[in-house]
């Protein structure tokens, strides 16, 4: 199985930083696409940002100019770094990977625990 181990997040400031990581260990044979997703209170979760295997990056319009996603693979790790923060921001940001435990297993998602990013105005 793989494991997700999410860090980073805590309380900012409007204008802030704060900066997200996320650890994959575990029985890992080869992680595809990583990204982050966020949930805040009363809402559907969503995309925030995803990196593919290639270093191709998408990213939700809310969160363009002010967010970067980039990912460690010799540390299979992604992260996320969060620059001017918004209100709008707070949620519970969800690390995500597309991975495989070994060469002849199905690709599989997996999900991290949550991490709680409140951003104060």
């Known amino acids: 199985q793989v494991q997700l181990v999410e860090s980073g997040g805590g309380l900012a400031q409007a204008g802030g930083s704060l900066r997200l990581s996320c650890a994959a260990s575990?029985?890992?044979?080869?992680?595809?696409?990583m990204g982050w997703y966020r949930q805040a209170p009363g809402k559907q979760r969503e995309l925030v940002a995803t990196i593919e295997g290639d270093g191709y990056t998408n990213y939700v319009d809310s969160v363009k100019g002010r967010f970067t996603i980039s990912r460690d693979n010799a540390k299979n790790t992604v992260y996320l770094q969060m620059n001017s923060l918004k209100p709008e921001d707070t949620a519970v940001y969800y690390c995500?990977?597309?991975?495989?435990?070994?060469?002849?297993?199905?690709?599989?998602?997996?999900w991290g625990q949550g991490t709680q990013v409140t951003v104060s105005s």
């Open positions: 995500n990977v597309w991975g495989k435990t070994t060469k002849w297993a199905f690709w599989d998602t997996y």
């Open positions: 575990g029985t890992i044979f080869s992680i595809n696409a």
